[in-house]
């Protein structure tokens, strides 16, 4: 028998958002979101048409909630300040309500000694600064630094882990590259604009909040999807896999541990006139203002092989110019979410923090596996046993214990998702939490069997094999 057992001060929880959980009432004083907006205006595009006004109601439910993450072990939760709650034009007036709730949230979560982690943002922008533009426009960039000041002073006082931003490369694929958000386009040039300005945004944001003289940190979460060349021997393949790792990895992961752009990306955008429009003191704003620690969200690897496809010069320039994705035979599959399970993954991108980015301090703020009609698994007590989540999150956590074994920094785990939540377009379409929501029940929750299984874990510090 082999004890996998983790730190007796190691962040046990899940992760979520804002928009995905808090619902939309009527006198809540929220604005309009993005989300909301594309929601209105295309309910066709989101699974079985149920949009973000029917999240899973944690603005109402949140002290039972807070109370079934006791139940379920954990010591940490993560979720975001909608900034469209908050500040519900973007700029301006502050919505008393949202202080209210958000107060209620973070003293709840203390008083049961559960640490509340806190992100600013979680692709929920204003939808009153998306018709200016968005993240296109420089104006964005100085709205969100005031939005993240004023949680900084009305809620800096008990929390003390701070992100700027939930996968930042997200916003640029979905939004400007790949069409699976709002605004839908392709458009490289505007997906390097979009990203630059986040990354500027998140660099101010730090700054802000280092000079605010606060007692916590702050960082910034990324998606770490390691790309792996179809053939390490093959030149061709490994330049290929660089070239990916630099447009959806280090893009971010560079300049916000280590304050600097990778140069395969920059030569590549120089080389195409895609370089972002940016001022003379943004890059030394960025070099400056690099995160105290880092969040990493761990879903799937993304395999590459050397281009062998024509080129596409429909849209202009895209990444995939340069590289192929390749499937590699015989990988174990979620068939559900369409993501290949490789779970060593987890190591090799902690083992790449260990080595290349200053064995930063880092904790996993999301690994999770979505399963579509998980009701097929519901036993006679009304719980669903969901012994293939509890398989995944062991199998996750063996590699996680051989990176600290190893002297990786990683400081803690973090689910996604607490109880199972609204996902974009994709709605509740898969589930991913410990805890089952029922929609036609006004929303009631059944801690699953994985939930159980991880308060056991946590409490025990680990568990055996």
Request: contains cysteine; charged residues 25%; hydrophobic residues 35%.
């Amino acid at each position: 028998m082999v004890k996998y057992e983790f730190p007796k001060d190691f962040w046990w929880g899940s992760a979520a958002s804002g928009p995905q959980t808090e619902g939309v009432y009527d006198g809540d004083g929220k604005g309009e979101s993005l989300w909301d907006f594309w929601y209105q205006t295309e309910p066709e595009k989101f699974f079985n048409q149920v949009g973000p006004e029917k999240t899973s109601r944690f603005y109402q439910k949140y002290a039972e909630d807070i109370q079934l993450m006791k139940e379920t072990g954990h010591t940490s939760y993560r979720t975001s300040i909608q900034w469209s709650r908050l500040i519900p034009n973007g700029t301006g007036e502050v919505n008393p309500q949202a202080v209210e709730f958000y107060n209620k949230v973070i003293d709840e979560l203390i008083a049961n000694d559960i640490e509340p982690f806190i992100n600013l943002y979680h692709f929920d922008i204003p939808m009153a600064l998306q018709r200016e533009g968005g993240w296109l426009n420089r104006k964005t960039v100085d709205a969100y630094v005031v939005f993240a000041k004023t949680c900084f002073e009305l809620f800096g006082d008990r929390v003390k882990k701070w992100f700027t931003h939930n996968e930042p490369i997200v916003p640029v694929e979905a939004g400007y590259l790949y069409q699976f958000h709002y605004p839908n386009e392709i458009n490289l040039r505007h997906a390097v604009q979009v990203g630059f300005h986040e990354l500027l945004s998140s660099a101010k944001a730090i700054e802000a909040y280092h000079a605010m003289k606060l007692d916590g940190e702050i960082g910034i979460i990324l998606n770490l999807t390691p790309s792996y060349p179809r053939d390490e021997t093959n030149p061709a393949d490994v330049k290929a896999a660089a070239i990916a790792d630099a447009f959806f990895n280090r893009s971010f992961l560079d300049p916000s541990v280590k304050g600097t752009f990778p140069t395969e990306l920059v030569e590549i955008l120089k080389e195409i006139d895609h370089l972002p429009i940016y001022e003379a003191d943004d890059l030394e704003t960025i070099a400056n203002n690099t995160v105290d620690i880092l969040g990493i969200n761990y879903y799937q690897p993304r395999r590459i092989k050397a281009k062998e496809t024509p080129i596409d010069g429909t849209h202009g320039p895209m990444p995939d110019d340069y590289f192929d994705n390749y499937e590699m035979p015989g990988r174990k599959m979620n068939i559900y979410r369409g993501w290949e399970i490789y779970e060593k993954g987890i190591y090799d991108i902690l083992t790449n923090v260990r080595e290349n980015y200053g064995n930063i301090r880092c904790y996993i703020s999301e690994n999770g596996m979505g399963v579509e009609n998980e009701e097929r698994f519901i036993n006679e007590a009304g719980q669903v046993e969901d012994d293939y989540r509890i398989d995944f999150v062991k199998d996750h956590l063996r590699y996680v214990h051989q990176a600290i074994q190893e002297g990786s920094n990683v400081q803690g785990y973090h689910m996604w998702t607490c109880m199972d939540n609204w996902s974009w377009a994709n709605a509740y379409k898969n589930r991913y939490g410990f805890i089952s929501v029922n929609l036609d029940k006004e929303g009631e929750r059944t801690i699953k069997k994985s939930g159980h299984w991880f308060k056991q874990m946590t409490e025990a510090h680990g568990f055996d094999d």
